[in-house]
């Protein structure tokens, strides 16, 4: 049985005209459903980005922390 789609909310976005025809022909070459398409795949892929930088960031200061820890522990067994 198909998964049920999670219901949409609808917004409007104010693009510049001079972007139309660049919408207009990315739909035309069926790389998206329309408009709406394109503008839910760049949210959702930002929003990905944004998920996965904050990981990232979180791994660099964990990492940064744990290098830290060990160059005291070694400092320790020096003295």
């Known amino acids: 049985m198909p998964k049920k789609l999670p219901k949409r909310v609808a917004f409007k976005v104010l693009v510049p005209e001079g972007l139309i025809p660049e919408i207009d022909e990315l739909v035309a070459e069926g790389q998206y459903n329309g408009r709406g398409d394109l503008a839910l795949t760049l949210i959702r892929k930002y929003i990905d980005d944004r998920r996965h930088e904050n990981v ?5 200061e964990l990492h940064k922390y744990q290098c830290a820890k060990e160059k005291k522990r070694k400092q320790n067994e020096d003295q």
């Open 56 to 60: 990232v960031a979180h791994e660099y």
